[in-house]
């Protein structure tokens, strides 16, 4: 179950150390070797967690966080990930390389609006804008684990996601360690991981995801300062949309 997680991890390096760790409200940032990375903080207190300070660790050893079952450091852990994965100048080369395409900087919901047109779709969490484009779907299920009016509780993927065309998930089920099942259970479908958390990472489009949309951030000094103020909007904010597929 943590090959997913494994493969993340793999090529973080172990011998550049975290620079500044910010623990927000809304979002947790980590700044390692002179790039910052963000993930939604998840305050849910489950096993105690590690005693060690986060500036005295490896980006590497921060980014294994993620892998915590204390979902605070889970988060932390997510940004480090993150921290790494979303630098321009790399997708750019990856880019040039033709390990990854870079997809038009748009919402990743408009971007495919008209594909989506008489298609069933689901959603993992909530998204701002997502609904509004979402309207010519042919159905739309949201699936969520503090459900609304209208919404399906997160159990029930294990029966509806199998029949979807298209998927989309929310960056967040990284921290929580739902991603590797919801794919699975997605197989069928197109599955687009998207968020301000989601790491803008090749390898997962070696897990059956098909497109990765997330936020680069660009400018370190106001996301830290929104990360801090627990700004809801930190990231989008002080960052740029991108979208990346295979080749």
Not at 32 to 54: C, F, M, R, S, V
Not at 56 to 75: C, P, Q, R, T, Y
């Amino acid at each position: 179950m943590w090959e997913l997680y494994d493969s993340l991890l793999e090529p973080i390096p172990d011998d550049v150390k975290v620079e500044e760790f910010i623990a927000g409200i809304h979002w947790t940032s980590v700044t390692a070797g002179g790039y910052t990375g963000a993930a939604a903080t998840n305050p849910l207190q489950t096993i105690h967690g590690i005693e060690k300070n986060i500036t005295d660790m490896s980006w590497k050893e921060a980014a294994k966080l993620i892998k915590s079952w204390n979902f605070v450091e889970a988060s932390i852990g997510a940004a480090a990930v993150n921290a790494f994965y979303n630098q321009m100048d790399r997708i750019r080369k990856l880019d040039e390389e033709g390990t990854i395409r870079r997809l038009s900087e748009e919402d990743t919901f408009l971007a495919h609006k008209d594909d989506m047109i008489g298609k069933k779709v689901a959603t993992i969490g909530h998204f701002c804008f997502g609904e509004e484009y979402l309207k010519k779907a042919g159905s739309c299920v949201i699936l969520e684990r503090q459900p609304m009016d209208g919404d399906y509780p997160d159990s029930a993927c294990e029966y509806i996601l199998q029949d979807m065309d298209y998927v989309f998930i929310t960056g967040f089920t990284l921290v929580n360690k739902t991603l590797p099942r919801l794919i699975e259970l997605s197989r069928n479908a197109k599955v687009i991981f998207v968020g301000p958390s989601a790491a803008l990472a090749p390898r997962l489009l070696d897990f059956g995801i098909w497109e990765v949309a997330g936020t680069v951030i660009t400018d370190k000094k106001l996301a830290e300062e929104l990360v801090k103020k627990g700004e809801h909007k930190a990231v989008i904010r002080s960052g740029l949309p991108v979208r990346i597929a295979r080749k």
